[in-house]
């Protein structure tokens, strides 16, 4: 069964700071990695798409890698700032399934 | 990204009462449709997925007479809480997807379902 883990559940910085979100998943056998952010009591925004094959993704600030052989994923979030606060969730697609890990809620404060 | 549109938004109903919620993608032919419910604080938990003119495949532990799933064109799926009662109560969410590997997903805005 796939399982997928985020690492930290929270996390709190002052704005301007680097950051970095963990992800891991169990089977390597994926079709691709999404990160995705939801704001509370919202829906999912996608922010980057991995497919297996590739290494990394790149959108603004934002940048996402994928290891697939050891199984773990990283969001890179550069000079963060308020408006970044949410919560970050990475899904697994593998046949027929999207699973997602507990996400990381991402607190920024001015 | 494709934009999913999820009817209601927020629902409430009477305890033994059925609920639809409605899942539309917009400007792409959905051809797998997922159902996800989340409790507070939590992450999302897969329910079914939905292959365009097949029968939804349920995970583990969810109940197919309780919770039915359409999937009746590419651009609509519904799920039907049948007899809510109080524990259904959650936030319900949808995502589409092409069927071929490695499509990106995108999701819906999700219903709040309280059932009282």
């Known amino acids: 069964k796939q399982e997928v883990t985020q690492i930290p559940a929270a996390l709190s910085v002052p704005e301007g700071e680097n950051l970095v979100l963990n992800c891991s998943f169990t089977?390597?056998?994926?079709?691709?990695l999404q990160w995705f952010r939801q704001d509370p009591g919202k829906g999912l925004t996608s922010l980057l798409l991995?497919?297996?094959?590739?290494r990394e993704q790149t959108s603004g600030r934002l940048n996402a890698s994928l290891d697939k052989s050891s199984g773990r994923s990283t969001l890179y979030i550069a000079a963060s700032q308020p408006g970044d606060s949410a919560t970050y969730l990475c899904a697994v697609a593998f046949y027929n399934k999207l699973i997602f890990g507990a996400g990381t809620r991402l607190a920024v404060h001015p | 990204g494709a934009v999913v549109s999820q009817h209601p938004s927020r629902v409430i109903c009477k305890s033994g009462t059925s609920v639809k919620i409605e899942c539309r993608s917009l400007?792409?032919?959905?051809?797998?449709m997922f159902w996800y419910r989340q409790f507070p604080k939590q992450s999302l938990m897969l329910m079914a997925t939905?292959?365009?003119?097949?029968?939804?495949?349920?995970e583990q532990g969810v109940e197919k007479d309780k919770f039915l799933i359409n999937h009746a064109s590419l651009t609509l799926s519904t799920l039907t809480v049948t007899s809510a009662h109080p524990e259904d109560s959650s936030f319900y969410i949808c995502g589409v997807t092409r069927a071929s590997p490695g499509a990106e997903a995108f999701f819906g805005q999700g219903t709040r379902l309280t059932v009282v």
């Open positions: 089977d390597s056998a994926i079709y691709n």
């Open positions: 991995i497919q297996s094959s590739q």
């Open positions: 400007d792409f032919q959905a051809t797998t």
């Open positions: 939905s292959n365009e003119g097949s029968k939804a495949t349920y």
